[in-house]
Structure formats: C-alpha cells, structure tokens
C-alpha cells in the first residue's frame, strides 16, 4: 500500500532503497519475507508514511506535522553542529545501501592514514546516536 500510494513500481522502490525489484515483491508477498528494520526505515521514509503503520499496521499511514517532524533525523537536528559533517551524514543518508559500507570504509581508510592509527569499529547490531 505505501509503494502504490507514493505511485511507485517495485522496480523503482527496490532501487531508492538499494535492493533488487524481486526483493520488494518477496515483502509484499502474503508467504514473503519480512523486510529489515532498516530497509522498512527507508521504505517509510522514501514513501512518506508513518514507520509504526508500515511495520505493525498501527496507527495512521500518513504522517502528520507533528509527527514528520519528530521523524526528523538526527542530522538535521542541533546535535550536528559541523556543517561539515552535517553534509557527510546528508550524503551517507542519500547513499545507496549497497555503496554504504564502502563508503564507510574508505572513511575509516583515510582517518587510519590521518593519525597513523586504525579506527574502532562498531560490532553488528551496536547503535550510535548523534
């Protein structure tokens, strides 16, 4: 429902959210899989409905004012007061999810090259708020 909502194909939401057309119909299959916290993020995001109504069927499916502007990303808010990391984590945002993790790692790359250290990474699942 939110894919057509937003007059989008599958093919076309599969590439805004950086997965293939197939994936996208497996998602809106009744014996699918599931799609990740993360993949549903940007579904809702990219299709402009409330997270909790795409991921439980609660609530409203359009966001209200309010609500679009608690969704706000950190980014966006005060917390980020460098603008240019403010502009790093805009395009990492707009980063396809398959060029994420190399984006990272060339990031990682030049900071080791910097202070002749490697940086600590993160183990899967750990979260980080800005």
């Known amino acids: 429902m939110a894919r057509r909502h937003a ?3 599958q093919a076309a939401l599969g590439s805004a959210v950086g997965v293939q057309r197939s994936a996208v119909g497996h998602w809106e299959s009744a014996q699918g899989k599931f ?6 993020r940007e579904v809702a995001l990219i299709t402009g409905v409330q997270f909790e109504w795409l991921a439980t069927g609660r609530g409203k499916m359009n966001l209200s004012a309010d609500t679009e502007m608690d969704s706000v990303a950190a980014a966006e808010a005060l917390l980020v007061d460098d603008p240019l ?3 790093l984590i805009v395009a990492f945002r707009d980063t396809p999810t398959k060029s994420k993790a190399p984006l990272v790692e060339i990031a990682e790359q030049l900071a080791e090259l910097r202070t002749g250290r490697p940086r600590a990474t993160l ?3 750990a979260r980080v708020v800005l």
């Open 35 to 40: 799609p990740s916290v993360s993949h549903l």
């Open 123 to 125: 183990t899967k699942g």
């Open 85 to 87: 990391e403010l502009r």
């Open 7 to 9: 007059g989008m194909s």
